[in-house]
């Protein structure tokens, strides 16, 4: 059974760093594409990171420069490295893996990622 369980979800102030990780569980860990989401209270989910069996990477454009996706495959573990953070930020963040070992250019789509987290929420405050 695939489980993703997120820690690492707080409160800090503008400018602030947090680093968030996604254990992962009941399958072959490093064989799949992963992704980071964050969805605000009445907002839709939106893909901020990703990162495919070959290391390779995507950001969204909010969090370019600021936040790094990275994967410890001995460990089973998906991280998202968070710096610099703005109020704007604060979200429900989720981690995802999808049914491909690749991201492709639609990694920022939630309807492929066939497996979520519960999430862990983060607030960013002025």
């Known amino acids: 059974q695939v489980q993703l369980v997120e820690s690492g979800g707080g409160s800090v102030q503008a400018g602030g760093s947090l680093r968030l990780s996604c254990a992962a569980s009941?399958?072959?860990?490093?064989?799949?594409?992963m992704g980071w989401f964050r969805q605000a209270p009445g907002k839709e989910r939106e893909g901020i990171a990703a990162?495919?069996?070959?290391?390779?990477?995507g950001y969204a454009d909010s969090v370019k420069g600021r936040f790094t996706i990275s994967q410890d495959n001995a460990e089973n573990t998906l991280t998202l490295q968070m710096n610099s953070l703005k109020p704007e930020d604060t979200a429900m963040y989720y981690c995802?893996?999808?049914?491909?070992?690749?991201?492709?250019?639609?990694?920022?789509?939630?309807?492929?990622?066939?497996?979520w987290g519960q999430g862990t929420q983060v607030t960013v405050s002025s």
């Open positions: 990162i495919g069996i070959e290391g390779t990477t």
């Open positions: 995802a893996k999808r049914s491909t070992p690749w991201c492709g250019v639609d990694w920022v789509r939630a309807d492929k990622y066939i497996y």
């Open positions: 009941g399958y072959t860990y490093s064989r799949y594409c």
